[in-house]
């Protein structure tokens, strides 16, 4: 079954780091972008950035300079860098892929909580 997985979500303190993976099963092909998304308690779920295949990654002004998405084409996995973590990026951190013919998946999520 095609799916996303997230993965490396957890408990970090102010000014920590956390490396966060989605990985694209097999069956999915063709991809056009994947991204990742987060959402708060009471936020809309707000874009971070996004990568295509040829590896250029475009980010919002929100983490610009502190997160970081690269991918290991070689396995459909992505990777989100987040440096200088604050609390207020506690919040679900999600993936996303589209194809080129439009279809797209979401995963199912991974926790990152931001607290001393």
């Known amino acids: 079954q095609a799916q996303l997985e997230e993965s490396g979500g957890g408990l970090v303190q102010p000014g920590g780091t956390l490396r966060l993976s989605c990985a694209a099963s097999s069956e999915i092909f063709n991809i056009y972008a994947m991204a990742w998304y987060r959402q708060a308690p009471g936020r809309q779920r707000e874009l971070l950035g996004s990568i295509r295949p040829s590896g250029i990654t475009n980010y919002e002004d929100s983490v610009k300079g502190r997160f970081t998405i690269s991918s290991d084409d070689g396995k459909n996995t992505i990777y989100l860098q987040m440096n200088s973590l604050e609390p207020d990026d506690t919040a679900v951190y999600l993936c996303?892929?589209?194809?080129?013919?439009?279809?797209?998946?979401w995963g199912q999520g991974t926790q990152v909580t931001v607290s001393s």
């Open positions: 996303y892929l589209i194809t080129t013919d439009g279809t797209y998946y």
